[in-house]
């Protein structure tokens, strides 16, 4: 019997060690976050202004949705001073990637390996977008939230891929944003 156990505990290493990186069929808070290169640091949804601006110093305010941009590429919305979404744009690439790996200037194929392609919908080339609602665990393939908290419980990652297939951004926030982009 403890010869089963110790199979059984190796067998799970070795499957979640073969599946490091790869897409799982859920998304969560911890998947709302980008990380710093270097230094490993996380700036993710629902953190605070004050703890954002620790890893990313000032920022300024930007012209566009009332979005602060940061040095390296990265722009941040805020609600209430907590991160509601995040941007990164073609100067983060090799600074900032996500937590699941994607950055800006990786082909398409890529961050479909690392998010997947059955849960998106792109009806053209140039982008993926992946809508997940927290509270019931699904993915939404056709539909939007329906009212403002389940907005605010759906997880929206997104991309913009350029005519070579390269991204150019990366959007990680809640559909409230999203909606709010549209």
């Not at 509601?84 to 990786?106: C, F, H, P, Q, W």
């Not at 998106?120 to 939230?145: M, Q, W």
């Not at 329906?146 to 951004?169: L, M, P």
């Amino acid at each position: 019997m403890k010869k089963l156990a110790i199979l059984f505990a190796v067998f799970m290493i070795m499957t979640s060690a073969c599946s490091a990186g790869k897409f799982s069929d859920k998304f969560s808070q911890d998947d709302m976050a980008i990380v710093k290169d270097d230094s490993g640091k996380k700036v993710k949804y629902g953190m605070s202004r004050a703890e954002a601006e620790e890893i990313l110093g000032s920022g300024s305010k930007s012209e566009i949705l009332n979005a602060v941009e940061y040095p390296q590429g990265v722009s941040l919305f805020y609600r209430n001073d907590t991160v509601a979404g995040i941007i990164l744009t073609s100067d983060s690439k090799g600074v900032y990637k996500t937590a699941r790996g994607a950055e800006t200037g990786m082909l398409k194929e890529k961050i479909e390996k690392l998010y997947g392609d059955q849960h998106t919908k792109s009806e053209s080339g140039r982008n993926l977008d992946y809508v997940y609602n927290a509270k019931d665990e699904k993915f939404l393939i056709n539909d939007l939230p329906k009212n403002e908290d389940e907005a605010h419980n759906t997880y929206v990652i997104s991309a913009t891929f350029d005519d070579n297939g390269y991204s150019e951004r990366i959007f990680l926030m809640d559909a409230k944003y999203a909606i709010y982009l549209n």
